[in-house]
């Protein structure tokens, strides 16, 4: 099978072509077209093909990460969008939880009400009600079908493009929301439609219909898009089928993410947790801590022996709106390479998340930045060599970091090494506390977790982190740079299917529980077999969200597969406890549990990426040395200047343990060593830092 | 002030800062998940801190109420008192419940759990929560909208300094007596377990910081981040022009009583600013009412209006970021309130319905430093409703508690806030999905009222319409406020609109009921509707932009007359008539 991967950064489009049969790989680079990034992309593509003599006919799966949807919800570019909802509950999505986001702000913004994806103009109710009796969905009050039509007869003429339905307790009954949407189909075909069941069938209403609203809001733009790249993608002779990243972790189908585009908002971050698994099991790791850290921001994320951490339902948001659907658990802070150092107007020493970006971003670029970054620190240190920045490709100044940093040292009456260490420590504090709330705060000891340092950022500084969490061993792989372009070819087909039930377990129906699963196991393998999977290649998962009977949020347990009894549901039940007990600290083992959502998650396997050789390229240490410099550490609580080595990373032997300090250079990124640390390279170009000498 | 930043460099201060407040958001979150009464798990009605060995805080949760991590310190105090007068101390493993409204508690339904922890055999601080319990057995079902308590011994159970659990054994007799004597009793004491379980990771991540850091550097971190908060403070006070602004403020009380001194209450306050120092006299303030529970206990309630107003509003986290909430934001400001009035009340006065009150109280603090920072405020706030409703499934008592959105008034430059809860606290709705497929009720209307939005340059906030129908039969009591007195328009902004309260029999006859309703038995079909307040338009409405009463004339939170008559902007369809707009505007007096 002939793979490509493309993943879409603010600069860069990274291209990753695989051979699952030779074991061939080859990556390219090629500047994001920001415009439209399906024109960069299509040129990515075409230009590795021609370099490596690769038939494009021949290529027969491209895997696409995008930000889209992501960006149009964060810049809160959509769609002119309107809402039908049941008469008597206009604003849900105005008033939202009743809660403000800050406690002590009278200036800040309400998301949902500042930048609201539906004005009220086109919230629209109309004369309909499902009620819940015992659990049970009835209609309360049948569905006006002529003020349906009167209303979407209004959007058309106020020019609106994407209509969303939401009706309450349509995740039990969906029927009024479906019959809308064939009023639609039928009469006003133009309409880009979304109903709040088919998106997210879980209760919450706001939630549920925020996240509806977000698929409209986005959705005729990713349509768009994916059409115009499918196009591109035939002309220029690639004509197989595009599988675009999920947030859960899977790819789906270019219809499926069409109708579905909120599925796609964390595409590129899952992805490259994805990469980050990838290095994990190159190097036979399983419980791993990927560690992705750009410009502007550094992504965690946890993987265990059962795969990436989901996130919880309820937790799940983006640009201040909830958006329920599966995500994978991906934590954001703002920290990275161009997180800006200041003292505060309380004399506080704080860095980021206030970023420097690419413009004018570090001191150190010259590009008129004046103020001090974590990439200028790292250079005072010595921890990073201008002559190899970026390969040598960009020029850079160390004396106007020197300079930065300086006056930031004079402001807190602390010397420039001092300082610069300073910036690096607080900042990487910061990130330790991040993944400290992925880790310890969730019943995970980091110490028996690898690092895997990600993106450009995550070598320089994953070994300080990793030491801070007493993690004892980090692992840089191949390409840190391309993670998540290469994450894309690790992938399955991936489709979930969920819906709320709410049953107590001393009031379990193990017949409906049974009956229920065995329905959604069909429909996702229906889908599945529709996209091309035969049997052999499909498998289905099961879980359920529980709470203790009165609590009001969920956690997520695995179920086994084959009929519930008697017998093995108590399973469920001391699973349940497990859980709570480590992601909270306690169980409440005589309480009564509920089961809230059963889900099934349906996986389409997919040929994948295989192990990279840089054995070929392999020297001896004296040939991989470039040069000897002056780079500041501490050891034995002191801070001071080390005499270290800096090695090519091609060149670097297979299997010799190397001693820090050391700094090892390659085309993406930078790999700072620290003494007291070991680093090895394996055969598959990933190298392994143990901290605390052992190699 | 002590120079601190010699006694930590300013890195370890910042790395000490992050990690405390790490801590405090990880108690927030796992007690809000662990919780079952949706008073806490949704309208995250709890607080959690840790303290210093003196009882400073060393760090407070974010994700939670204000109102609740605020008074921490003055709920050890009285702890300690307490203690001192019994004879008890603490011990390794003990767990003390504290709830008494004369020593530090806000009132009685919020319940601290304090955990005293130990490094090395000497006491080092406190890991503690607080949390509204949904039940203390008072004289009605629930702990809020007991609104016809005559003392403090009508509102249900009081702990002074109660040990739970004594060097790590429970005290199997002091459960026994809570379980019997409140209602819905496995929610109430599964909340009390998840509040001690919480205080347990707190103390648990304190030691493990000190066991890192030393405690010496604990230590440090702590004095220097009480100070760089003081320091934050002061100087934005001492940005404000000396002198005394004065401002006040009216309660509706008991609007239904024949006693005069049940209603409509004053709060009076001048507040002076002398340098970087902050004077806030109540003086003037109504006297207390004896035997209604609207009374606000200084520490705990009153104390925390005027230091969360102030800092709200000085400290704005929007333009300053995180700012440790600790000692070092009190120091600055001195508060009077003479004992025996609504503010100061003295013991027995009954004080648990006094939320709504101290919304009020710190609404009219923020009317007087508008007159100082008038680009800081918001015009006048919509208070809250908070509805008790209950019965009994075989024969279990069930009590679900209802909160019900206010809204702020208009900004300086932004409207307002529509449907949310308002300043010194921070709760958050049920999901009507989650509300029927629980209870016995149905919410059949949740949405705002046309034509509803206070007129001003920018806007009031629009409260909502909430309709809840009984399905079963049971019973309510509610507290409110904001139903005689209309949130203030500011600088020529409109006032708001007060709150409804309606009750609609099964024939669908409506009545009105005052904002404080007692215990009431309810039947099958009957309906309880909050029309919601509407916050105070900010500035001249004339100077609105036409585009902006345009949009609000579409959206319905405007009508076209008001339009024309006090926005002086003239629409017709959905066109702007220009002209006519200039000629009304430039004649406008």
């Known amino acids: 099978m002939k793979l490509i991967g493309v993943d879409i950064g603010g600069t860069f489009t990274d291209v990753i072509y695989t051979d699952t049969d030779t074991g061939v790989s080859r990556i390219h680079k090629t500047p994001t077209t920001t415009n439209d990034p399906s024109v960069g992309m299509v ?111 209004e959007f058309k003429q106020e020019g609106v493009e994407s209509v969303v339905v939401g009706f309450l307790f349509s995740y039990l009954d969906s029927a009024h929301e479906e019959r809308v949407k064939e009023i639609i189909s039928e009469k006003f075909p133009e309409f880009y439609v979304t109903t709040s069941a088919d998106v997210s069938p879980q209760f919450r209403e706001f939630e549920r219909f925020a996240t509806a609203s977000m698929n409209g809001f986005v959705g005729p733009k990713m349509k768009g898009y994916i059409q115009s790249l499918e196009s591109r993608l035939n002309d220029t002779g690639i004509s197989c089928d595009l599988l675009i990243m999920t947030s859960n972790g899977g790819v789906a189908n270019s219809a499926t993410v069409s109708q579905k585009p909120v599925m796609t908002l964390l595409s590129g971050p899952a992805a490259g947790v994805l990469g980050g ?49 599966p995500m994978i658990d991906i ?24 970023s420097a970006g690419s413009y004018p971003g570090p001191a150190c670029y010259g590009r008129g930045g004046e103020l001090p970054t974590v990439t200028d620190a790292t250079l005072v240190l010595g921890r990073l060599d201008s002559d190899h920045f970026l390969d040598g490709e960009m020029e850079i100044y160390p004396e106007k970091a020197v300079q930065a940093v300086q006056n930031l040292a004079s402001e807190l009456g602390l010397g420039l090494y001092e300082t610069a260490e300073g910036i690096l420590t607080i900042v990487n504090n910061n990130m330790a506390n991040a993944i400290r709330s992925r880790t310890i705060q969730k019943g995970f000891d980091p110490r028996g977790f690898s690092l895997a340092a990600l993106g450009g950022g995550g070598p320089m500084c994953s070994i300080e982190v990793a030491k801070i969490l007493d993690i004892p061993e980090v692992i840089i792989p191949p390409y840190p740079g391309i993670t998540s372009a290469t994450g894309l070819l690790t992938t399955d087909l991936k489709y979930d299917a969920v819906q709320t039930i709410f049953m107590a377990s001393d009031k379990v129906d193990l017949n409906y529980l049974n009956q229920r699963f065995t329905s959604l196991e069909e429909e996702i393998t229906a889908q599945l077999i529709e996209a091309g999977f035969d049997s052999n290649h499909i498998s289905l998962l099961r879980f359920f969200d529980c709470r203790y009977v009165g609590q009001g949020y969920e956690l997520r347990i695995p179920v086994e597969s084959g009929p519930i009894d008697k017998s ?76 270290t080595p800096h090695y090519m990373k091609s060149k670097l032997p297979i299997g010799d343990v190397i001693a820090g300090p050391c700094i090892i250079l390659q085309k993406d990124t930078t790999s700072v060593i620290p003494p007291d640390c070991t680093a090895t390279m394996r055969s598959n170009g990933s190298i392994i830092v143990k901290i605390g000498g052992e190699a | 002030m002590v120079d601190t930043k010699k006694a930590i460099d300013p890195i370890t201060a910042q790395v000490l800062s992050g990690a ?141 300094a109660i040990k739970v659990y004594e060097e790590g054994k429970p005290v199997d007799m002091v459960w026994r007596m809570i379980r019997d004597n409140v209602r819905a009793t496995d929610m109430v004491v599964g909340d009390m377990e998840a509040q001690i379980a919480t205080c347990r990771i707190g103390a648990q991540r304190y030691l493990e910081l000190v066991e890192k850091f030393g405690l010496e550097t604990v230590r440090a971190a702590r004095d220097y981040m009480i100070d760089y908060s003081e320091r934050v403070l002061r100087h934005e006070i001492a940005k404000i022009p000396d002198g005394t602004y004065h401002s006040v403020g009216y309660i509706d009380g008991y609007l239904d009583s024949e006693d005069p001194k049940r209603k409509d209450l004053k709060f009076d306050v001048n507040l002076t600013v002398k340098g970087d120092d902050m004077i806030v006299d109540l003086t003037g303030t109504s006297d207390q009412v004896d035997d209604r529970p609207i009374n606000m206990p200084f520490p705990g309630t009153t104390d925390m209006a005027v230091y969360l107003t102030i800092r709200t509003i000085l400290l704005d986290s929007k333009k300053f970021g995180y700012i440790p909430q600790n000692a070092g934001l009190i120091k600055p400001i001195k508060i009077i309130a003479p004992e025996g009035t609504l503010v100061n009340p003295t013991y027995p006065a009954p004080t648990i319905s006094r939320f709504c009150p101290g919304n009020a109280l710190a609404d009219t603090i923020m009317h007087a430093l508008g007159q100082a920072v008038p680009d800081q405020i918001c015009a006048g706030i919509g208070n809250l409703y908070m509805v008790a409703y209950s019965g009994m499934i075989d024969k ?99 006032d708001g609109t007060p709150s409804k309260l309606i009750f609609k029999n099964n024939k669908g006859d409506e009545t009105s009921l005052p904002s404080k309703v007692p215990y009431k038995k309810t039947h099958p079909g009957e309906t309880l509707e909050i029309v919601g307040p509407c916050g105070g338009g900010y500035g001249d409405p004339f100077e609105r932009d036409p585009k902006k009463v345009l949009a609000d004339v579409l959206d319905d939170y405007i009508s076209l007359e008001r339009a024309k008559a006090e926005f002086g902007v003239v629409i017709e369809g959905h066109e702007i008539l220009w002209d006519e707009t200039e000629l009304l505007r430039s004649t406008h007096g």
């Open chain 2, 396 to 494: 279990k008592y069930w009590v679900y508690m209802d909160i019900m959105a206010g809204s702020s008034g208009g900004r300086y430059g932004k409207d307002g806030m529509d449907a949310i809860d308002v300043l010194y606290a921070n709760t958050r709705n049920n999901p009507i999905e989650d509300i029927e497929s629980h209870q016995p009720l149905s919410v059949t209307r949740y949405e705002f009222p046309d034509d509803a939005a206070a007129s001003g340059k920018y806007r009031g906030g629009v409260g909502p319409i909430r309709d809840i129908e009984f399905t079963d039969d049971g019973g309510f009591s509610v507290e409110g406020e904001g139903q005689k007195y209309a949130p203030w328009g500011f600088n020529g902004g409109y």
């Open chain 1, 568 to 643: 093995n549901a108590s399973d469920i039940w001391d699973t349940f406890h497990t859980v709570h007990k480590r992601e909270y600290g306690h169980s409440f083992l005589n309480a009564p549990i509920e089961i809230v959502n059963m889900r099934v998650t349906g996986i389409g396997e997919m040929p994948k990426i295989g192990d990279p050789d840089f054995a070929a390229g392999s020297h001896s240490l004296d040939e991989a040395l470039v040069k000897v410099a002056s780079a500041w550490f501490r050891a034995d609580g002191e801070l001071k200047a080390f005499d």
């Open chain 1, 277 to 325: 698994q990838w290095a994990g099991k190159l190097s036979h790791h399983e419980r791993l801590i990927t560690f992705d850290v750009g410009g502007t921001s550094a992504d965690i994320g946890i993987v265990t022996e059962r795969g990436f951490a989901e996130s919880s339902a309820g937790d799940t948001e983006i640009a201040g709106y909830p958006v329920q659907v």
């Open chain 1, 331 to 354: 934590y954001t802070i703002g920290a990275g390479g161009g997180s800006i150092a200041y003292v505060d107007a309380g004399g506080a020493f704080k860095v980021g998340p206030q």
């Open chain 1, 43 to 153: 040129n990515g593509i075409s230009e590795l093909c021609s370099r490596y003599g690769i038939d494009r006919s021949s290529v027969d799966h491209v895997f696409h990460g995008t930000t889209i949807a992501t960006n149009a919800a964060l810049e809160h570019k959509g769609a002119k969008t309107a809402l039908i909802t049941t008469k008597g509950y206009r604003d849900i999505l105005q008033i939202g939880r009743h809660q403000r986001p800050e406690n002590y702000s009278i200036t800040q913004e309400i998301p949902w009400q500042d930048r609201t994806m539906v004005e009220r103009r086109y919230r629209k109710t109309v004369s309909e009600r499902v009620g819940v009796l015992d659990g049970k969905a009835y209609e309360k009050v049948p569905l006006d079908e002529e003020a349906v039509v009167k209303i979407l007869d």
């Open chain 2, 20 to 160: 405390l407040k790490n801590i405090a958001i990880e108690m927030g979150h796992k007690l809000a998940r662990m919780s079952y009464s949706s008073i806490i798990r949704e309208s995250n009605d709890f607080g959690c801190a840790l303290l210093d060995e003196n009882g400073q805080q060393l760090c407070e949760s974010v994700n939670s109420t204000p109102l609740q991590s605020g008074p921490i310190p003055g709920y050890l105090q009285g702890i300690r008192e307490i203690m001192a007068e019994r004879g008890y101390d603490f011990k390794p493993g003990d767990v003390i419940l504290h709830n008494s409204s004369f020593y530090g508690a806000t009132h009685q339904p919020d319940c601290g759990f304090f955990v005293p922890v130990y490094y090395k055999d000497e006491l080092i601080g406190f890991s503690c929560s607080t949390a509204h319990q949904l039940d203390l057995g008072a004289l009605s079902p629930g702990s809020i909208g007991i609104i016809d308590a005559v003392d403090c011994f009508a509102e249900g159970l009081q702990f002074k």
